[in-house]
Each structure stands twice: as C-alpha cells, then as structure tokens.
C-alpha cells in the first residue's frame, strides 16, 4: 500500500499489526513493523516520528539478537540523518550497518550503505574516501547484478568527478550508468 501512494490506508495497518504484535509478544514482528513505519514516516517528513520508530525497531533487533534486522534499521537511520545534516550520527549509523552486513555477508546491503557512505562523503568534500566506498559499491553491485544500484553509483561518481574537474572520467561513469 506504501508504494502504491496509499499512506493512510498504510498507516492505518501499519498500526493494527504494531498493536496485534505488542499483544502477542511477537518482538521481531513488531521491530519490521516499527522499521516499515519509521520509513514511511521518513518518506513523508515526519522525521520525529520516524527516529521514534526507528528507535524502537532497533532496540528490538538488539534484543532480539537479528543482526540483519538491526543493519538494515542502522541503514534508515543513517539515511533520514544525512538528509538531516545530522552528519556525525549518520556515519555512525552508518558504521553500525556496515559492520553487521558484513558480518552477515549480506553484500547487496553492504553495497547500499557503502553507497550511502559514499553520497555523504562526497557532499562533505571528504574525496578520497567517498571514491573508496563508491568503488567498493559498484564492485558489489556488480557481482550482484543490481544494475540499478550500479548505475545509481555510477552516476554518483560521475558527480563527484565532475565537480572535481575530473570530466573525462566523470563522462565514463555516465557512459556506465546509461548503458544499464
């Protein structure tokens, strides 16, 4: 419903299952609630609200002990923060999912956070390590074949190698990026 533009009616069961998994003790079911929510709640601005969510979803996964669960929150949250500005807590978010997917060997959401990494880096003027973790993404994405991941990396470092001067390889990273 979330995706289909149905945000009240989302909500609205958003809230019945967080009631229903409260009532039954069902902590993971309710921390993918709680994660589900808080990224509708970002999506639509009420940050507030969001980080409440987010929140909780972590502390649950924590307690749960699912770290797959737990990275995939640390992730949000270090998304919601960058667009914040909130740049010091996004890294850290961001470290956290980092840690965990690799743990995990989960390599399509180890991607998406270097990803991220890479895009706040990059705004923060701190180059050398954006073009670290945008290499490391477009190498995962790669053996994963995601090629939108891919070709939203490609043209991230485009970006950055255009606003450094660099335009012969930016042009390539284009070339990549509309190929896929």
């Avoid at 979330?2 to 989302?10: I, P, T």
């Amino acid at each position: 419903l979330r995706r289909l533009g149905r945000v009240k009616e989302a909500e609205e069961k958003y809230a019945g299952a967080e009631e229903l998994y409260k009532k039954e003790k069902a902590d993971l079911g309710l921390a993918n609630t709680l994660q589900s929510q808080g990224d509708l709640l970002s999506r639509l601005g009420r940050v507030k609200e969001a980080e409440e969510k987010y929140t909780g979803a972590e502390e649950l996964y924590k307690k749960e002990k699912d770290d797959l669960g737990l990275a995939n929150t640390l992730q949000s949250q270090g998304d919601l923060l960058r667009r914040l500005g909130r740049v010091k807590e996004a890294e850290e978010k961001y470290a956290g999912a980092e840690e965990l997917y690799k743990k995990e060997k989960d390599d399509l959401g180890l991607a998406n956070t270097l990803q991220s990494q890479g895009d706040l880096l990059s705004r923060l003027g701190r180059v050398k390590e954006a073009e670290e973790k945008y290499t490391g993404a477009e190498e995962l994405y790669k053996k994963e074949k995601d090629d939108l991941g891919l070709a939203n990396t490609l043209q991230s470092q485009g970006d950055l190698l255009r606003r450094l001067g660099r335009v012969k390889e930016a042009e390539e990273k284009y070339a990549g990026a509309e190929e896929l």
